[in-house]
């Protein structure tokens, strides 16, 4: 049961442009939404989140987009820059319950 | 502090066998998870606790699997027997507050490759 989705298995850009990835939920209890950004052999780290009362959230180069009546949420990167290629997981969750997407991996190209 | 740390980095081993996967919390989270990483599925919550306590184990795919969370520093995740299709990477995570509301904190993670 994937209640968190990212359709994506992988991305490739230009550095310099915009990074867009994307991620679907289906559970519209959940109230807070996380971005998490993983190197090989390393764990998951947080990137960004955004609740579910605001529908945008920015920090730096990177933007949370929420949209709740769609429940779709994306994540974009502008200027994308080698250093950003990563695997990114998209995270659905409420008090109870954090549900991971299975990941898109992001490659920026020089 | 040192961040969550995990042991072994990698373990091989053949089918059947009991691997024992072992997790230290950073100091003061009162709340650990054990996830399981596979290409299909992406990240999985198996299991995760509260001070301790088992919370929520739904996420535990089989009886073969076990967790274990004997006081505050530290937690293990248990298969017996192992199978190779339970070969993934495991990452023990801890938060300072509950699910949803606060960044959880990962470890490197164990790979696990079951022959």
């Known amino acids: 049961d994937q209640q968190v989705k990212q359709n994506s298995p992988s991305l490739s850009v230009q550095e310099g442009r915009i990074s867009i990835l994307n991620c679907d939920y289906t559970n519209s209890m959940f109230d807070y939404f996380l971005w998490y950004k993983k190197y090989p052999a390393e764990g998951p780290t947080f990137l960004i989140s955004?609740?579910?009362?605001?529908d945008k959230n920015e920090d730096g180069r990177f933007t949370v987009f929420l949209n709740k009546s769609a429940k779709h949420l994306s994540l974009h990167i502008v200027p994308s820059q080698p250093g950003d290629s990563a695997v990114y997981f998209c995270a659905a969750s409420n008090n109870n319950d954090m549900r991971f997407g299975a990941g898109t991996r992001l490659t920026v190209k020089p | 502090d040192a961040g969550v740390i995990q042991s072994p980095r990698h373990e091989v081993t053949e089918m059947g066998q009991e691997v024992t996967l072992r997790c230290k919390p950073i100091s003061g989270h009162d709340y650990l998870f054990w996830y399981r990483q596979t290409m299909m599925r992406g990240l999985e919550l198996l299991i995760y606790f509260n001070n301790n306590v088992p919370i929520d184990d739904s996420g535990m795919p089989e009886d073969r699997f076990s967790a274990k969370m004997p006081n505050a520093s530290f937690s293990t995740l248990k298969i017996q027997p192992s199978e190779p299709r339970d070969s993934a990477v495991y990452f023990c995570?801890?938060?300072?507050?509950?699910?949803?509301?606060?960044?959880?904190?990962f470890g490197p993670g164990t790979r696990l490759t079951v022959l």
């Open positions: 995570a801890s938060s300072l507050l509950q699910v949803g509301t606060d960044t959880q904190y």
């Open positions: 955004i609740s579910s009362i605001k």
